[in-house]
Nanobody, 124 residues
């Protein structure tokens, strides 16, 4: 079992920044890829960013590329999502997810454990 707990969500103004963090506990964290996904009301859960087990590879949704950065610290079992230049359309519940694979992946079906989510609201 892997437990994931997100934190850092909240209300932020357009153009501002926010940093989400995900703390993982349980087995095998350091050798698995990790990802961030989000879900807005009435919409399906969508891919945001992913990182390989050693942090050597990352990938982003086109909508956040150049604005968001995913990182991980395997010594602390944490994954972070730095969100810059946020837009109202970034508002959603953000979920941290643990992959079955060591590589990065944008496919929801590759993820077997999910956090409870943290709300991000971008509004003036």
């Amino acid at each position: 079992q892997v437990q994931l707990v997100e934190s850092g969500g909240g209300l932020v103004q357009p153009g501002g920044s926010l940093r989400l963090s995900c703390a993982a506990s349980g087995r095998t964290f350091p050798i698995n890829g990790m990802g961030w996904f989000r879900q807005a009301p009435g919409k399906e859960r969508e891919f945001v960013a992913t990182i390989s087990w050693n942090g050597g590879s990352t990938a982003y949704a086109d909508s956040v590329k150049g604005r968001f950065t995913i990182s991980r610290d395997n010594t602390k079992n944490t994954v972070a999502l730095q969100m810059n230049s946020v837009k109202p359309e970034d508002s959603a519940v953000y979920y941290c997810a643990h992959s079955r694979k060591p590589s990065m992946s944008s496919d929801l079906s590759d993820y077997d454990y999910w956090g409870q989510g943290t709300q991000v609201t971008v509004s003036s």
